[in-house]
Every structure is written in C-alpha cells, then in structure tokens.
C-alpha cells in the first residue's frame, strides 16, 4: 500500500513539473502522450504490473481510466492510467461528473478537488463493459487511520488535521 501511495504522489509531481497546455472539452483537443510509466512490483512472488499515466487533455479516450485529479493543473487537472500488461480492457469508457453534495447511485467517488470548496468529490462510471449500475458510496475522513472495510481513494491537502479520504461501497 506504501509503496502504491508513493507511485502515485511521484506520478502526481512528475504530472505538476511538466508544461501545461490550456485544453477545452471539445471532442477535437488533441490527446496528450503518456507521461509516465510505472512499473509495480511490490514483492518478488508478485506479477510485474506495467502502468502508463496521462493526464486527459479534455477528454477521456477509450482504454484509459480516469484516477486521480490535480488541484494544482487549473489547464489539464485529470489523470488516465491504463495498463499495459496482463489483462487490460482496451475499449473502456469513463464518465466524469462533479458530486454535487451526494453521490448518486452507479456513480463511483474516486478523486478529491481541494481547491473547490462547494463540490469536492469527482465521480466516474463506466459507460462499457461490466459496471454495477445500483452502486452506492459513502466518504469520510480518516480519523488517523483506516477503518476495516474503508479504502483511501482521495487527499485533501487543504486539510492539515485530517486529510486522507476513505470511501466504502454499500451496495
């Protein structure tokens, strides 16, 4: 988990080091070259995971998964990840979406704005495949810790006191 936790902050430096180019939502933004690749491999015993991570430049193109959100990149702020071995659905789709206050059934909490202070939580869903519909979330703040059946999904780096989010499926 340590060691996911690193990747990603990495990822998340390496993303807010690089230029940024002002993009709109239009389907005709040109899509951005990978900026990274991470390879994971937590254990000796463990498969080798190759990663690829872009930001989106506007839109989301098949086979990429949105996963993660920079505050700080007022341009180009969401991060796609795919994964270039083993078993990878190429022609995924994602949808993104503000919480507006709640999060509404199907949709899935998955990265944290801590510049907006009225709609933090960006949602996702899949629009291909295999996706459950009827999901529904809830999200707290961690306390210090990870409660038992709670993950971390999100940073709240406005928070100083508490800023790691947890979410849970309850449905």
Not at 3 to 11: D, Y
Not at 19 to 33: I, M, P, V
Not at 46 to 64: A, D, F, L, R, V
Not at 80 to 109: F, H, M, V, Y
């Amino acid at each position: 988990m340590k060691h996911i936790l690193i990747t990603t902050i990495a990822a998340v430096l390496l993303v807010g080091c690089g230029e940024s180019q002002q993009s709109s939502l239009s389907s005709k933004t040109q899509l951005a070259e990978p900026i990274a690749e991470v390879v994971n491999s937590e254990s000796p015993t463990s498969n080798t995971e190759k990663w690829k991570i872009k930001t989106s430049s506007g839109k989301i193109p098949e086979g990429w998964e949105p996963y993660a959100y920079d505050s700080n990149d007022e341009f180009d702020p969401f991060l796609l990840r795919r994964r270039t071995s083993g078993n990878w659905d190429n022609e995924q789709k994602w949808e993104i979406k503000t919480s507006s206050g709640r999060i509404p059934e199907g949709w899935e909490p998955y990265a944290y704005d801590s510049n907006d202070e009225f709609d933090p939580f960006l949602l996702r869903r899949r629009t291909s495949g295999n996706w459950d519909d009827k999901q529904k979330w809830e999200v707290k703040t961690s306390s210090g810790r990870v409660s038992e059946g709670w993950e971390p999904f999100g940073y709240d780096s406005n928070d100083e006191q508490d800023p790691f989010l947890l979410r849970r499926r309850i449905n």
